[in-house]
């Protein structure tokens, strides 16, 4: 296998973490989004989406998408298991999983891609787009901070692939966005400090 991984953007680091939780090590190639890099012929004629990451396996197939990858690898080293152990804890888990795409990812992804100047090259901007949801991203932080307050871990009571989606956006996203992590999010602090402290989290 070989996985094509960006060193900053937070979906490849999302599948590092999972493999770094897993104990799991997969040859790397590196493909700066910074620079265009997933852009070039040579990638889209591997990855025609152009999406970083990707897992190349031996026999010829890629598999895109952080989380497909992250069920991949699930699925040949199940433990420490992070994706559900039966069928209830994989749905608990899969809703908070979509829930923090939607409704946390994106926005915040969406006032990045909208306003970073390091995006201007990338992406045709759209600074009103990026305004409607700053307050969603805004929104959706405070909702995922009383959250965190009835709860350890985002989907309960142990640490799953929902914590890394949360925790490699919100440790990304907010500076270049605006938008604090302060002391008005002590819930988030909390939980941010404790998955911070994991040693994936430096994956």
């Not at 999406?51 to 890629?62: I, Y």
């Not at 009103?128 to 991203?137: L, M």
């Not at 998955?195 to 430096?202: F, K, L, N, V, W």
Request: hydrophobic share 45%.
């Amino acid at each position: 296998m070989l996985l094509y991984d960006d060193t900053i953007a937070p979906t490849p680091r999302r599948v590092r973490m999972f493999l770094a939780e897993k104990g799991v090590e997969i040859p790397r190639q590196i493909v700066t989004i910074g620079k265009g890099e997933h852009l070039s012929p040579a990638y889209r004629a591997l990855v025609p989406s152009g999406r970083v990451p990707a897992l190349a396996l031996d026999d010829g197939t890629v598999i895109c998408e952080s989380v497909a990858i992250c069920r991949y690898i699930e699925e040949l080293y199940p433990d420490p298991n992070l994706m559900g152990r039966d069928a209830k804890e994989r749905a608990v888990i899969e809703m908070w999983q979509r829930r923090l795409e939607f409704e946390l990812l994106l926005p915040f992804a969406a006032v990045f891609r909208h306003t970073h100047p390091k995006m201007a090259a990338l992406e045709q901007q759209v600074p009103d787009y990026a305004a409607v949801q700053k307050p969603q991203a805004e929104k959706r932080l405070a909702l995922l901070d009383h959250d965190l307050g009835l709860t350890r871990f985002v989907a309960g009571d142990r640490f799953t692939i929902a914590d890394i989606t949360a925790y490699t956006t919100l440790a990304f996203f907010p500076r270049p966005c605006g938008i604090a992590l302060g002391d008005h999010l002590p819930h988030v602090a909390r939980w941010m400090a404790e998955i911070g402290a994991r040693p994936s989290a430096g994956a």
